[in-house]
């Protein structure tokens, strides 16, 4: 089987910068996934990470250590409209089933 | 390019009655997923396809059926529903390579059995 643990809130201030981090379990591994999701919208796809190392995208960065089973997306300058749920997500043994972890609710005060 | 679409985006079941949610892709995406999301939970995958003719249970399939004739559809339906199965269904499709497994999802449709 496989699970993810994420923090279940996270609160920061306009301008800062935050780190989500994801631990995973599973029986195989390839590679982590990172979505967003603002309220009643559906998740859109930020990030994804295949070997260790760091990823680059914009405002948005994603590491990933698979020896630690870990992993974080790091959200710098931020912006009122980043307040949204962010959610980590593995593919199991088998590479096709997809799991997707519970969730971090990121508000971003003014 | 449309991209997912789903139909309907609302509907009300009463317990026990059956429906097909309809999800379409446009990309030519051999993977497609069928999703539920309770409030305030994360996403559990019910469903999956890896192409045509194809389909595979994911975590929580109980209550559900799926078939996939074609690249472009991928139909949910659900038998005797129940006020467990009130959810947000997201489907979502992807075209996996080794550089990158972006998920694309459509709306969701928004279910509440009575």
């Known amino acids: 089987g496989q699970s993810l643990e994420q923090p279940s809130e996270v609160t920061a201030v306009e301008g800062a910068i935050v780190q989500i981090n994801c631990t995973y379990q599973t029986s195989g591994f390839y590679g982590l996934s990172w979505y967003q999701q603002h309220d009643g919208g559906a998740p859109t796809f930020l990030s994804y990470?295949?070997?260790?190392g760091l990823e680059e995208t914009g405002r948005f960065s994603s590491f990933l250590s698979r020896s630690d089973s870990y992993g974080y997306l790091l959200l710098q300058e931020l912006q009122m409209k980043d307040s949204a749920s962010y959610f980590c997500a593995v593919r199991d043994n088998y590479g096709q089933n997809f799991v997707f972890g519970p969730g971090t609710r990121l508000s971003v005060l003014p | 390019n449309a991209g997912v679409t789903q139909t309907p985006k609302f509907r009300i079941l009463k317990i026990g009655q059956s429906m097909t949610l309809q999800c379409t892709q446009d990309?030519?995406?051999?993977?497609m997923y069928w999703y539920r999301q309770d409030p305030g939970m994360g996403l559990k995958l019910i469903y999956y396809s890896v192409g045509a003719g194809i389909t595979d249970k994911g975590e929580v399939p109980n209550g559900y059926n799926v078939s996939r004739s074609t690249t472009e559809d991928f139909p949910l339906r659900l038998e005797l529903a129940a006020p467990s199965q009130t959810s947000v269904y997201f489907c979502?499709?992807?075209?996996?390579?080794?550089?990158?497994?972006?998920?694309?999802f459509g709306p969701g449709t928004r279910l509440t059995v009575l």
């Open positions: 979502a499709s992807s075209s996996r390579t080794e550089a990158t497994d972006t998920q694309y």
């Open positions: 990309m030519n995406h051999n993977y």
């Open positions: 990470n295949a070997l260790d």
